[in-house]
């Protein structure tokens, strides 16, 4: 039983000792009603739940109570959407008519001076390209900004103590108890160059949230840049390798793209005779099969320091760097070769793009002999595709392949040259790596145009063989589908399904190779078998069908390192993958782009972007699972 008292007075107009005593009255009841105290919560719950919108609104005004936001959700709601302290301030005058409660400024500045590391802003002299008045290039030297963290152990402990903090430090099977890996990587991409490091110990190493940018410049990644901005950190990576933490050793892993690799370990790049980082195979020896060349000896970093010594020790004149297995340069850091992770993501894409591209010339000297058939039969009435001129396109057009690879080489010597004129001039060269497409010019077929125009698309192509390797026979089939459409000579079809019958194995071995090698789990005996037999005939195809193109690096990466790799590991690549500093690319991008408005020195902006990356980043803090959606491919 339990007693009720009549009101005498109304809640309205009665004393606030008498609401308090009615309100412990009335919580007593729901207890008592409910079956207990941790029920009479969840009847209370149901209670306001019943209750209509407004009526629940209008009690919540009347108490004075307000919705509270996490603590922290401010700061992290101007890192995350790139906000000034301005901007975050109006918005706060916004949740306050909207009756949300944020953090004060106050306590968000004290909170973001917590999460920041200690920084270096600095304006350094660093190399850039532009074109002279007769259209050639002209190199020169200009400040620009250069932010890196004062200590980078130090930036590395904290990460992991504030991972430790939350338990997201995980046991890996992959990786010792006993151990944290950490690995350290660049690229140049949107005008400047990010130097990242991960913490591999954790459920998404490879993740945007996991990366951490401790070195930016706005300038190219030459050598000369590279080691202008480095100077900041100098040793402080040496320093963090084989570093104990909680009875943990710490291991420095190295990640990039090619290019990067072989900068930080001072080859003289793909050009050279000695052109790969993990052995000492020479361009002759990588067209042939491992199975008919003599062993091919590892490289070694002492091997790579002994060579560079004897480099200058001649004179460090670049015609001989072939004499010193293209070593020209000191290495960045002392970390050993078999620490170097392959770059997966770009072995896919090289291999992808190159057969494709073989393709394309394929399709198009196909197009041209069509061309030619219709004209000869009197088809096509065009007194242009008559003239002596066409006749001398449609034969330099058989030889575009062969100068494309002759072109490719020479490029390679020239930014070697330029390599020289650097150490010479402390200048440095600014060229792309990106291989521009050919204009191939000519008269084409509209349908068979199409297929060339596909390697606009080469990324979704990709992409989509990648997904559905079923769609490599789709592409390959439609040689001869649209043949058959502008041609009924058996001549041109049959050389439509030379074409089908040449490509659509490489791009079925290619394949299965990519969607092992890239995978981020354990591989089973059968999937490494699988795996290894998928790159013999991959490149047994390729050398039988393109006996005339050189074995490029990323080819001699899959078929002499890539399996190799697996087998140590005993799993897939795709935990080494360079796919975080590559999509930090996008977020840092867009966040430079706010703070260019803002005034002040370029140094000052590039510095508050990073501190805004560093608390964004930082694991204590909760982010919304924003969970985005996939764009559908057409």
């Given at each position: ?341 392959l770059p997966v993501l770009h072995i896919s894409l090289g291999i992808f793009h190159r057969i494709f591209k073989l393709l394309q010339h394929a399709c198009h000297l196909h197009d041209i002999k069509i061309l030619s058939s219709l004209v000869q039969n009197d088809a096509i009435d065009e007194p242009v595709l008559r003239s002596e001129t066409f006749e001398e396109y449609v034969a330099l057009v058989e030889q575009m392949v062969e100068c494309e690879n002759e072109a490719a080489v020479c490029k390679e010597k020239a930014d070697m040259l330029s390599q020289t004129i650097e150490d010479i001039m402390l200048q440095s060269d600014d060229d792309d790596d990106d291989d521009d497409d050919d204009d191939d010019g000519g008269v084409r077929h509209p349908s068979l145009r199409e297929i060339q125009e596909m390697g606009k698309e080469k990324e979704n192509l990709y992409h989509l063989s990648e997904q559905k390797p079923e769609n490599v026979t789709l592409l390959c089939d439609s040689v001869v ?154």
């Amino acid at each position: 039983m339990v007693r009720t008292s009549l009101a005498r007075k109304s809640s309205s107009v009665c004393s606030k000792r008498t609401l308090a005593n009615r309100s412990k009255h009335l919580s007593d009841v729901r207890v008592e009603v409910s079956g207990g105290k941790v029920a009479s919560t969840n009847q209370a719950a149901a209670e306001i739940k019943s209750m209509k919108a407004t009526e629940r609104e209008h009690i919540l005004s009347s108490a004075g109570l307000f919705p509270t936001i996490q603590p922290g959700a401010g700061l992290l709601l101007k890192a995350d959407l790139g906000l000034t302290w301005v901007q975050l301030r109006k918005l706060r005058r916004w949740f306050r008519q909207w009756r949300l409660k944020i953090e004060s400024e106050r306590r968000d500045r004290i909170t973001a001076l917590s999460l920041q590391f200690t920084l270096k802003a600095v304006n350094l002299p660093f190399v850039f390209t532009a074109k002279g008045v007769d259209g050639g290039r002209l190199q020169e030297i200009k400040m620009a900004p250069c932010v890196a963290v004062e200590s980078l152990l130090d930036t590395v402990i904290s990460r992991l103590q504030d991972l430790d903090s939350v338990s997201k430090l995980v046991s890996n099977e992959m990786i010792p108890s006993n151990e944290v890996w950490i690995k350290i990587g660049g690229d140049h991409g949107g005008g400047s160059m990010k130097s990242i490091f991960q913490v591999l110990n954790v459920a998404e190493p490879n993740s945007c949230n996991n990366t951490v940018v401790w070195n930016i410049f706005m300038a190219k990644d030459s050598d000369r840049n590279l080691r202008t901005a480095m100077e900041l950190n100098k040793g402080q990576v040496n320093a963090l390798d084989q570093y104990v933490w909680k009875d943990k050793l710490l291991l420095v892993w190295l990640s990039g793209d090619y290019e990067y690799l072989t900068k930080m370990y001072g080859l003289s790049g793909a050009c050279g005779k000695y052109f790969c980082l993990w052995c000492l195979v020479t361009r002759d020896l990588a067209n042939i099969a491992p199975t008919d060349r003599p062993p091919v000896p590892h490289r070694t970093l002492g091997q790579i320091k002994k060579d560079v010594a004897e480099f200058n020790k001649h004179g460090a004149i670049m015609k001989s760097a072939k004499n010193f297995h293209n070593c020209i340069r000191k290495p960045f850091f002392n970390i050993p070769l078999s620490r170097v992770c392959l770059p997966v993501l770009h072995i896919s894409l090289g291999i992808f793009h190159r057969i494709f591209k073989l393709l394309q010339h394929a399709c198009h000297l196909h197009d041209i002999k069509i061309l030619s058939s219709l004209v000869q039969n009197d088809a096509i009435d065009e007194p242009v595709l008559r003239s002596e001129t066409f006749e001398e396109y449609v034969a330099l057009v058989e030889q575009m392949v062969e100068c494309e690879n002759e072109a490719a080489v020479c490029k390679e010597k020239a930014d070697m040259l330029s390599q020289t004129i650097e150490d010479i001039m402390l200048q440095s060269d600014d060229d792309d790596d990106d291989d521009d497409d050919d204009d191939d010019g000519g008269v084409r077929h509209p349908s068979l145009r199409e297929i060339q125009e596909m390697g606009k698309e080469k990324e979704n192509l990709y992409h989509l063989s990648e997904q559905k390797p079923e769609n490599v026979t789709l592409l390959c089939d439609s040689v001869v589908q649209v043949t058959e459409t502008v041609s009924d000579s058996e001549v041109h079809l049959t050389e439509a399904r030379q074409i089908t019958a040449k490509f659509q194995p490489l791009f079925t071995h290619f394949s299965v190779c990519h969607n092992l090698y890239s995978l981020n789990r354990e591989l089973t005996t059968s999937e490494v078998e699988l795996l290894d037999a998928s790159i013999k005939l991959l490149l047994s195809h390729f050398r039988e069908h393109f006996p005339c193109v050189n074995i490029f690096p990323k080819l001699h990466m899959l078929e002499s390192h890539v399996l190799e790799r697996v087998r140590d590991h005993k799993r897939g690549l795709g935990f080494f993958s360079e796919q975080g500093v590559e999509a930090i690319h996008h977020e840092m991008n867009k966040s430079y782009q706010r703070y260019q408005c803002m005034p002040g020195e370029d140094s000052k902006k590039l510095e508050k972007m990073i501190n805004d990356h560093h608390i964004k980043v930082n694991p204590t803090h909760l982010k919304p699972n924003i969970i985005k959606r996939k764009k559908l491919m057409e």
